[in-house]
């Protein structure tokens, strides 16, 4: 019993570090590639259709980390792994 | 040719391309899906198979909602970038809410393999610019 809590209080621990971690680096990302979009469009606003597709497409890429954590640690919330190697030894 | 005709045709292409850049997009991402739930149902059965499709279509179906939204055309850096970031907010809300409801109502659903099918198809996304290199060289 008490080690199911132990596992279930580290693994709540462990989900808030998956997705606050991952959020904090996308932002990062895209707070970067923002303000390099923001400057190219401010050089040459004739660019901005083009730059459009590009930005969204790297706003994916930037996002897939944090989309994938966040797969991570709903299959952590939902049905924790680790939680059911201890069910199954009792 | 007048400098708003030039425009005019400049904007019109490029919505073109960004169509064709999406649509490429959405194509690799479903392929990437399919060939992890192939994969998936060799390795460990129909269930794996599904659990990565479901996977696969939410990053999929998030995308499109996104790419509509991403679409939209305006003359103002930061209106562009608005609709960027409201497209991307709408794509992670959307994939939250299907992987949510998986998880809940699927119950014989294989984690794996669904992580292996989101994985497969968020990172493919960016294969599409791919497509983008061509399409400006083509230009």
Redesign the interface.
Do not use: H, N, Y
């Given at each position: 019993m008490e080690a199911l809590a132990l596992i279930q209080a580290y693994t709540g621990v462990g989900i808030g570090l998956i997705i606050g971690l991952g959020a904090a680096g996308a932002c990062i990302g895209?707070g970067i590639m923002?303000a390099s979009?923001?400057e190219g469009?401010?050089r040459q606003?004739?660019m901005?259709?083009?730059l459009?597709?590009?930005?969204?497409?790297?706003?994916?890429?930037i996002?897939?980390s944090?989309?994938?954590g966040?797969?991570?640690a709903?299959?952590f919330?939902?049905?924790n792994?680790l939680l059911s190697v201890v069910t199954a030894a009792n | 040719m007048t400098e708003e005709q030039k425009s005019a045709s400049s904007l019109s292409t490029s919505i073109i391309d960004s169509n064709k850049i999406f649509n490429k997009m959405l194509q690799l991402q479903l392929i990437a899906t399919l060939v992890v739930a192939v994969i998936a149902v060799i390795v460990s059965g129909a269930h794996a198979g599904v659990s990565a499709i479901s996977g696969g279509l939410s990053v999929a179906i998030g995308a499109f909602f996104a790419s509509k939204i991403a679409q939209r055309r305006s003359k103002e850096a930061a209106t562009v970038l608005v609709n960027l970031l409201k497209a991307e907010a709408v794509k992670i809300v959307i994939i939250i809410v299907l992987l949510f409801i998986m998880f809940k109502v699927y119950k014989q659903l294989v984690p794996f393999a669904l992580i292996a099918g989101l994985a497969a198809s968020a990172l493919f996304s960016g294969a599409a610019m791919s497509k983008l290199d061509k399409t400006e060289l083509e230009i």
């Open positions: 895209i923002c979009f923001l469009a401010a606003p004739e901005i259709p083009q459009q597709g590009k930005v969204f497409l790297l706003l994916g890429l996002d897939a944090f989309i994938i966040v797969g991570l709903m299959m919330a939902f049905a792994p | -």
